[in-house]
């Protein structure tokens, strides 16, 4: 967990992914994220993902499909 959202396996979401979510373009996402609206972490190759947890969270509140 990180700042308490689940970044396990199957959980991980790309920029790409959530901009798709949103409606909004990749660099939009990472703004968001270099802003600390959305937690994200690097893989070891130095990509940066993203909790589906907490984009759903963020897309439909405490009503998560």
Known sequence: MVDGWDFGAGQLL????????????PKTVTRWADGGKLA??????????FSRQQVEHLMFGDGVR
């Open 40 to 49: 994200s972490i690097r893989t070891l190759g130095g990509v940066r993902r």
């Open 14 to 25: 790309t920029p790409g992914d959530v901009a798709t979510m949103f409606r909004v373009e």
